[in-house]
């Protein structure tokens, strides 16, 4: 996994995902089945075609996209692929060397921040746990008022429970958070 | 003592790159028996040949090692020119140093080695090589074709134009296959029956050609030349020779609402019925699964209005015993089922069909007269969507081949849409556009530029029904890079083509090779397309891959042309590989006898001049041997051998090679 700035984005992503983009042959039924095309700088048929061409402007273009950030995870571009591919494995791997290589796109910052506190979330606690998520996620994206209103309902109805539920194999969570890290630096 | 040549072939890069030919030249050269030993970059040239011919006459040659190919390849060719130079050719052998070794080796020097072996091999089996005369077998001059479609009734046109015999062997009531189901035809739009009953018609009434409908192949024996085909004569329940074909059966009959398989299930048979009007023999059959008569004994309605008693409800399927020469199969395609296609409504959409269904429902004679009109309410569609490769393209599906007709009838059927609902819209979703015919291209751009269908470049994710019964297609237009959704009243999946259901039994029964997906395999991709590995066995249409009409049309003329090549020699030679038997060593087990698979071995009374037997022993018959080695492997008394592959040869050949 040390693949630098200069190496090739299609080898990088086949080691990080397993995924050869360059069998792709430009269908473009993940676009076609994807919820959040529309939302996308680039639709994820072009995701593909950047990711094959090798060029380094196509790379940056990619990895400083917001498309990448867009991706819902559903998975119904690599469930109907003709070719068997994983475009959603693809958009994960480009969003690490997104993130390692500090492109992330200024509207992209916002969702990493969720996905951040999601995974700060589950280290701690072991779980999804609602107050820390929404409130690590309203520091780190400075959105403080987002959806405030909504709160004081849910606080009533104890969706927001204060004190966080913690699991018992916290201790066990914490270690596989530990060795990807280490992963990541080696 | 021998005197061989060894002739060792570069196949331009193909061997050379990896074995090193001048060296396998120099080692062989030391081999016992061996006078000459030459490389050369292409012996199987006019050049080449020459080397070995001038050789075998200088140096009174008495055998020759040619080390190149596969003997698949150009056994046929080296073995003409030893006997153009006056030597038996059987004492030509070929050592196959492309396809088992430089083809599928990296290392030069380990290649070469091997290569230098495989020559060795060869030179120890070619100095026992014994001078063989071929067997010379009669042809029968009569050909059966498979498959009465369009490939079917032009190959046995053709070959009955030649002025030979031909069997037409057809499984349906009626000849004609897809072709008479077609509306019209790219790139002309010129009607498809007009163009087809004609055919059809001299077909049945062509004093060369014996129809035989409703008829399958059971069973073949023997041999090119001398095949015996046995013919399933399916029951029809009606007797054709009676039968007029005037149709108050048909019209009688109280069974009115059996899909039709020739109007793709949007109109209804009977159970008594002829498939189409224009059927040739325009004779009806009796489907046994749906006539209460033959499920129940109940009704026999036809056989009391039939004014010519023709209805025989006692009818049996029948076995018919057909001697040939020559087999063409032109066993066709059919529509891969979009049932497996979940993602585009999995078949349980109504008004999302098949182009078969759009043929019918734009055929003059189809359905609905020739008016577009949606199979769910019979409203007419205002907005139709066409996707093209579905199932083809698709790995996931196990379907990676391109279909190659539905580019173009996908055009077809966009320009008959917009050319019958003139406020229609026509939308295609296509991946890529492959009109490689003459006039295709010209063809597509008109659907496009005259006709108003609206082509986008991508593949459709999903099909599916909105509340209000419209249908949703979500695409995307990969050149504008966005996802597209289309309502549509209709939508017409171009399925993928397959080989038709059955067609790898029939293969089996010839001994023909198929692909993973069915189709049957030519002898050779380039060179040899219409024959197949058995000989006297020819492929026409879409059997072999899928096709358009030019194509099959063309195929078929060129399997009736290689079968009256083939019927234009009184007798056929084959290669004299034949086992014999030693009459003083049989004991007559008869182990061969029950293990031959071509039936070639028979018992035969040796007697004295008196006449009395004086013992039987097994007889190999040299027309039906194939040289398979069978016998020769289960007999215990060792008194078979294999002529061209003598056990006393390949024991020399093991012995070399535990010696090296």
Wanted: glycine share 8%; with cysteine; proline share 5%.
């Amino acid at each position: 996994m040390s693949q630098g700035p200069d190496a090739d984005l299609a080898d990088a992503v086949r080691d990080a995902a397993g995924v050869r983009v360059e069998r792709c042959y430009q269908c473009g039924k993940c676009t076609a089945g994807c919820p959040m095309a529309r939302h996308m700088d680039l639709a994820p048929n072009q995701i593909m075609r950047l990711a094959q061409t090798g060029d380094p402007g196509d790379r940056e273009a990619l990895l400083r996209s917001l498309a990448i950030w867009c991706c819902a995870g559903c998975l119904t571009c690599t469930q109907r692929c003709p070719r068997e591919l994983d475009p959603a494995a693809v958009i994960d791997a480009l969003r690490e060397l997104s993130r390692r290589e500090g492109k992330v796109s200024p509207r992209g910052r916002r969702i990493l921040a969720f996905h951040e506190a999601f995974l700060a979330s589950v280290e701690h606690t072991g779980r999804m746990s609602e107050v820390p998520l929404v409130g690590l996620y309203k520091l780190w994206s400075g959105d403080i008022f987002q959806d405030l209103a909504v709160a004081p309902a849910m606080l009533a109805r104890g969706k927001l429970p204060l004190i966080p539920h913690v699991i018992k194999g916290r201790t066990e969570i914490r270690r596989i958070f530990e060795a990807c890290r280490a992963k990541e630096k080696a | 003592m021998s005197r061989l040549g060894v002739f060792v072939c570069h196949c331009g890069e193909n061997i050379g790159r990896t074995v090193d030919c001048a060296a396998v030249a120099a080692a062989a050269a030391r081999f016992p028996g061996v006078v000459h030993s030459v490389d050369y970059k292409y012996m199987c040239s006019d050049p080449g040949q020459s080397m070995i011919k001038k050789a075998i006459a200088d140096l009174k040659l008495t055998g020759v090692v040619v080390a190149a190919c596969s003997p698949r390849m150009h056994e046929r060719t080296f073995r003409s020119a030893a006997a153009q130079a006056g030597l038996n050719p059987y004492l030509l052998e070929m050592a196959n140093v492309r396809e088992h070794c430089s083809w599928v080796h990296a290392d030069r020097a380990a290649a070469t080695a091997k290569a230098v072996e495989l020559v060795r091999l060869m030179v120890e089996k070619t100095r026992r090589d014994r001078a063989l005369r071929p067997v010379r077998v009669p042809v029968e001059p009569t050909a059966m074709v498979v498959g009465g479609g369009i490939a079917g009734i032009q190959a046995a046109l053709d070959i009955a134009a030649g002025g030979k015999k031909v069997v037409l062997v057809e499984s349906g009531p009626s000849i004609g296959g897809h072709m008479a189901r077609l509306s019209e035809t790219f790139p002309t739009l010129d009607c498809s029956q007009c163009i087809l009953t004609p055919r059809m018609v001299e077909a049945a009434s062509h004093p060369n050609i014996r129809l035989m409908t409703y008829a399958e192949v059971a069973a073949v024996e023997g041999f090119v030349g001398n095949f015996e085909v046995t013919v399933r004569r399916k029951a029809r329940f009606v007797d054709p020779d009676k039968c007029t074909g005037c149709g108050d059966c048909w019209n009688r009959c109280p069974q009115k609402r059996i899909p039709s398989e020739f109007d793709a299930g949007l109109g209804a048979r009977r159970a008594i019925y002829v498939p189409f009007p224009q059927a040739v023999p325009n004779k009806p059959v009796i489907d046994a699964e749906r006539c209460t008569m033959l499920k129940q004994g109940k009704c026999g309605l036809c056989a009391k209005v039939c004014p010519r008693g023709a209805v025989d409800f006692k009818d049996r399927d029948r076995l018919e015993k057909v001697k040939v020469g020559a087999v063409v199969l032109a066993t066709g395609f059919e529509l891969w089922d979009h049932a497996s296609y979940g993602e585009y409504g999995g078949g349980r959409l109504a008004d999302v069909i098949d182009g078969f269904a759009f043929e019918r429902l734009a055929s003059a004679s189809g359905p609905t007269g020739g008016a577009i009109k949606r199979p769910s309410d019979g409203a007419e569609p205002k907005t139709v969507v066409f996707i093209q490769c579905c199932g083809s393209r698709d790995e996931k599906k196990g379907l990676p081949y391109c279909s190659k007709i539905c580019c173009m009838y996908t055009a077809k059927h966009a320009m008959l849409y917009r050319h019958k609902v003139h406020d229609g819209e026509a939308t295609v979703f296509y991946m890529d556009i492959r009109a490689t015919g003459k006039g295709y291209e010209e063809f597509v751009r008109r659907a496009i530029d005259n006709d108003g269908a609206r082509y986008v470049r991508g593949r459709v994710s999903r099909v599916y029904r909105r509340q209000d019964g419209r249908l949703v297609v979500k695409g995307a237009d990969t050149l504008a890079g966005r996802p597209v959704t289309v309502l549509a009243d209709m939508v017409v999946l171009a399925d993928a083509v397959r080989p038709r259901r059955g067609s790898e039994r029939l293969a089996q029964l010839f001994g023909v090779g198929y692909d993973q997906h069915g189709f049957y395999s030519e002898a050779h991709p380039k060179l040899r397309p219409v024959e197949t590995a058995a000989a006297g066995v020819f492929l026409a249409g879409a059997c072999q891959a899928p096709k358009d009409i030019p194509d099959a049309v063309a195929q078929a003329s060129a399997a009736a042309a290689k079968t009256l090549g083939l019927f234009s020699q009184p007798q056929l030679e084959r290669e004299p590989v034949i086992a014999r038997v030693n009459r003083n060593l049989c004991s007559h087990c008869r182990s061969c006898v029950h293990t031959c698979p071509y039936g070639a071995v028979k018992d035969f009374e040796v007697k004295d001049r008196a006449g009395s037997v004086l013992k039987v022993v097994a007889e190999v018959n040299e027309g039906l041997c194939q040289g398979c080695g069978t016998c020769v492997a289960v007999c215990r008394s060792h008194c078979i051998d294999l002529d061209g592959f003598t056990d006393e040869q390949i024991h020399a050949q093991i012995a070399a090679l535990e010696a090296a």
